[in-house]
């Protein structure tokens, strides 16, 4: 089946530096999707996007999806400590029923 | 956005038992999914809830261990049968709303089994 590879599976950083992660694929998705969750819940929807090359924004952070429409990026500025907690990228499947796929997760440590 | 509920939000359970889950949401959905997370692992699809007909289930699922019910559009139950060790996990419902793509989740039903 399709399958997102995310990395890295996991981030130790110091309060206020910058994060990146990013998901690849070798299939093509609809729509990328970006969740976090904390212990005990279920995963939040942090952002969506929907085409291309597409670039947006909410807050401190900002995500990408890929031109080829393979892979997607999330960036998170200035990092605090309530940003800990674990990141997954999913992506919504072209063909057939449209399922979302998850990567693996990406789990951040903030030192303060 | 969807607030989705989930019932209950934790259990423990003795092997051979079953344990329903429900999920109710504020507002109809197109969709209505169930996933699983094991522990320290990423979402697992376990099946699409279709309202008033039989569920869709993935590859590795099947009705006779998760039953699901999806009577109208704001509601739906997973029930996990004849449990063992092996199906302590967190289960997520998650619902889409018909044109925005965009998928929301439950908090989660945690599921120990002695």
């Known amino acids: 089946g399709q399958q997102l590879n995310q990395s890295p599976q996991s981030m130790f950083i110091q309060e206020g530096e910058d994060v990146s992660m990013n998901c690849t694929s070798s299939?093509?998705?609809?729509?990328w999707l970006w969740y976090k969750q904390d212990p005990g819940e279920g995963p939040v929807l942090l952002i969506a996007l929907y085409k291309a090359g597409e670039l947006t924004s909410n807050g401190r952070l900002t995500a990408q999806f890929g031109i080829t429409r393979k892979d997607s990026f999330l960036n998170i500025s200035a990092s605090i400590p309530s940003d800990v907690g674990i990141y997954f990228c999913?992506?919504?499947?072209?063909?057939?029923?449209?399922?979302?796929?998850f990567g693996q997760g990406t789990r951040l440590t903030i030192n303060p | 956005s969807a607030v989705i509920s989930q019932k209950p939000s934790r259990d423990i359970c003795q092997r051979g038992t079953s344990l329903t889950i429900q999920c109710q949401v504020d507002s109809q959905v197109t969709m209505m999914f169930w996933y699983r997370q094991q522990p320290g692992q990423s979402l697992t699809l376990i099946a699409t809830a279709n309202q008033g007909s039989e569920a869709t289930y993935e590859s590795g699922f099947v009705i006779d261990k998760f039953p699901i019910s999806r009577p109208n559009l704001t509601f739906s139950t997973l029930t996990v049968s004849n449990m063992s060790p092996e199906d302590s996990s967190i289960y997520l419902c998650?619902?889409?709303?018909?044109?925005?793509?965009?998928?929301?989740f439950g908090p989660g039903t945690r599921l120990t089994v002695l």
């Open positions: 299939s093509i998705f609809n729509t």
């Open positions: 999913a992506g919504l499947t072209v063909q057939g029923a449209q399922k979302l796929v």
């Open positions: 998650s619902v889409r709303r018909g044109s925005t793509d965009t998928q929301y």
